[in-house]
């Protein structure tokens, strides 16, 4: 017995397979253009099973295509997809977003005007538990908005309301990290150079409130206090020379900058760190500046723990600083290890677990 489907208009299933097997033989002779001139779905239909199971796609890079409104809207968005799409743990994210992406950001300074650095972005925004995520170029196009503007903490503030609005967020923040050039003169010899500063504009809501920080990496040389007694012992009891371990070492100090007390400049904060600690690594150096220097150095040696105490203390005094954390690595010219230190004031910074390689981002090759 033959059993088959009956189909609509009194059409069967042989008479499908008949159909099918006049189009394939005339499709066997037809170019490829013809076919899909009689219907573009046909190219499927009359495909044989197998890899060969697959439409003949464009290879030319369409040109003149305009994606309007209509097309985009057909467009898939897996990452803002529905909350079925959620892969691992419902929990709501603290920070996602975008880092180091680079644009040239002209900023204010307090002795040269405006500047024009190449800048180090990093944005992010907080994501409830049940949204799947965010679009990360929305993050972009906000910045890029305000880009050609001169470049202050108020229009950081617009670019973050805007990608805080786009991505209906409820926390944000936005880092430019840059270089910031400022030329020093030399201790003796009358010469001068470009000293370059590692900075970080920070802009933080949480919660409703908004803190705008600084975050700044200072140079030196620190001398131990230990060594430079050991040998001047040495000269004195013994007639020994010695001469006592020094090593380049950095201090990343982060300040929260106080409303209403008065513009807290770049300089500023760097002429802070210049009074608290006055062995700055040199830039423009003759032989009457080492000299200078290793004077200098001996006037103030000093512990990594006096440094951190040092820096605070200039800090403290400053109505425009309010939370700060000062960050000191001495890398060691004795000892195969450094020394560091971690001193915070108020709450913005205080934490109980550090980064594990905090320490290791305070290294500079120049």
């Avoid at 499927?44 to 305009?66: C, T």
């Avoid at 040696?301 to 105490?309: L, M, N, Y």
């Avoid at 605070?312 to 560091?340: K, M, N």
């Amino acid at each position: 017995m033959n059993v088959f489907t009956k189909m609509g208009d009194g059409l069967d299933r042989a008479d499908a397979e008949r159909a099918l097997d006049v189009l394939r033989r005339w499709a066997g002779t037809a170019a490829p253009e013809e076919i899909r001139d009689v219907d573009p779905a046909l190219t499927r239909l009359l495909a044989r099973p197998g890899p060969a199971d697959y439409p003949a796609l464009a290879r030319a890079y369409p040109e003149d295509f305009e994606a309007g409104p209509n097309y985009r809207a057909t467009l898939p968005d897996l990452q803002n997809g529905p909350e079925s799409l959620i892969r691992g743990a419902k929990r709501a994210i603290q920070h996602v977003g975008i880092s180091n992406f680079r644009l040239p950001i002209r900023y204010h300074t307090r002795d040269n005007g405006d500047l024009t650095l190449e800048t180090s972005i990093t944005g992010t925004v907080s994501l409830d538990a049940g949204k799947k995520g965010i679009n990360m170029s929305r993050i972009m196009r906000s910045f890029y908005k305000h880009a050609e503007e001169t470049f202050s903490f108020e229009v950081i503030a617009a670019a973050l309301e805007d990608y805080k609005s786009d991505l209906e967020s409820f926390d944000a923040r936005i880092m430019m990290r840059f270089r910031f050039p400022m030329k020093v003169d030399s201790l003796r010899s009358g010469l001068s150079g470009y000293q370059y500063y590692d900075i970080a504009l920070e802009l933080v809501e949480q919660a409703g409130e908004r803190r705008k920080v600084i975050h700044l990496d200072y140079v030196y040389s620190s001398t131990c206090p230990c060594s430079l007694e050991l040998s001047e012992h040495a000269r004195a009891q013994r007639g020994q020379l010695a001469t006592p371990h020094s090593q380049r070492s950095v201090a990343r100090v982060s300040v929260v900058v106080e409303e209403g007390q008065g513009c807290l400049w770049f300089e500023d904060l760097v002429e802070m760190c210049r009074r608290a600690v006055p062995t700055e690594t040199q830039v423009m150096v003759k032989r009457e500046d080492e000299q200078a220097f290793a004077e200098l150095n001996a006037a103030n040696p000093i512990f990594v723990e006096d440094a951190a105490r040092l820096f605070s203390e200039q800090l403290q005094a400053d109505v425009r600083v309010g939370d700060f954390r000062v960050v000191a690595s001495h890398q060691e010219s004795l000892h195969s290890h450094d020394a560091v230190s971690v001193l915070t004031e108020g709450d913005t910074f205080a934490a109980a677990s550090l980064d594990p390689r905090l320490f290791e981002s305070l290294y500079h090759v120049g």
